[in-house]
C-alpha cells in the first residue's frame, strides 16, 4: 500500500541554525499537504502544495513539491523557539496518508 | 467558532469494556476523518465519512465502529477496548474531501488496563 516517510525522525538544533525536514511517498502523489503539532497538540494544517516543482514560502518557512511528485520538503531558516513541534507531510492518492513526521527541538 | 470539538478529553478504559468517541464540526464541512496516533507511528486513519450518510475503513478499522449521525457528528466507538488501543486519537473534517487542509479536534487521549 501507499507509504510516506519522513527524515529525519529527530533535529536538534541551536536557535538561529536552519532547519529541513524530507518527505518520501512510495506513489505518485494528487498533492501534499504539511501540518504542524505542538508538544501536547493537535495537528494544524499549514499548506498544501499541488503541482510539479512548486515552490511556496510562509515568512522562513519554504515548502517545495518535487517534479516527479513523489517528494516533498520543508525548509525552516533561522529556527526560532516557537518553531518547536513535529511537522507532518500527508500525501494525497485516494487516501490523506500521514509521513511519520519529524520532531524538532530548538534549544536557545 | 469552535472548529471541531472532542470529548472527553481523557479516558481510562479496562479491557473488555466499551466506550464512544464524540465528534462535532460547525464548519458546515463534508467529510470527517477518525485517526489515532501512537509514538513513532505518525497519524493513522481508522474510518473516514466522505459525506453524510457514507462511512469507509481506512488503514486500521479493527476494533473500531463509526456513525456519521449528520452533518456536524461522527463518532467512534470501541465495543470491546484492548490494551493495544491505548492512543490518543483525533477527529479531523475537511470541506471537500482530500483537496483541502484538515481541521483537527484536541483529542481524546485513552488509556485501556
Known amino acids: 500500500g501507499q507509504q510516506v516517510m519522513q527524515i529525519p525522525q529527530y533535529q536538534h538544533v541551536q536557535e538561529g541554525e536552519d532547519f529541513t525536514t524530507y518527505c518520501n511517498s512510495s506513489?505518485?502523489?494528487?498533492?501534499i499537504q504539511w501540518y504542524k503539532q505542538r508538544p501536547g497538540g493537535h495537528p494544524v494544517f499549514l499548506i498544501q502544495?499541488?503541482?510539479?516543482?512548486e515552490v511556496k514560502k510562509q515568512k522562513r518557512l519554504t515548502f517545495q513539491f518535487g517534479e516527479a511528485k513523489k517528494n516533498s520538503s520543508l525548509h525552516i531558516t533561522a529556527t526560532q523557539t516557537t518553531d518547536v513541534g513535529t511537522y507532518f507531510c500527508?500525501?494525497?492518492?485516494?487516501?490523506?496518508?500521514f509521513g511519520t513526521g519529524t520532531r524538532l527541538q530548538v534549544f536557545p | 467558532n469552535a472548529g471541531v470539538t472532542q470529548t472527553p478529553k481523557f479516558q481510562v478504559l479496562k479491557t473488555g469494556q466499551s466506550m464512544t468517541l464524540q465528534c462535532a464540526q460547525d464548519?458546515?464541512?463534508?467529510?470527517m476523518y477518525w485517526y489515532r496516533q501512537d509514538p513513532g507511528m505518525g497519524l493513522r486513519l481508522i474510518y473516514y465519512?466522505?459525506?453524510?450518510?457514507?462511512?469507509d475503513k481506512g488503514e486500521v478499522p479493527n476494533g473500531y465502529n463509526v456513525s456519521r449521525l449528520n452533518k456536524r457528528e461522527f463518532s467512534l466507538r470501541l465495543e470491546s477496548a484492548a490494551p493495544s488501543q491505548t492512543s490518543v486519537y483525533f477527529c479531523?473534517?475537511?470541506?471537500?474531501?482530500?483537496?483541502?487542509?484538515?481541521?483537527f479536534g484536541s483529542g481524546t487521549r485513552l488509556t485501556v488496563v
Open positions: 479531523a473534517s475537511s470541506g471537500y474531501g482530500r483537496a483541502y487542509g484538515y481541521t
Open positions: 506513489t505518485t502523489l494528487s498533492n
Open positions: 502544495l499541488v503541482k510539479s516543482g
Open positions: 500527508a500525501g494525497n492518492t485516494d487516501k490523506l496518508i
Open positions: 464548519m458546515n464541512h463534508n467529510s
Open positions: 465519512s466522505a459525506s453524510e450518510g457514507t462511512t
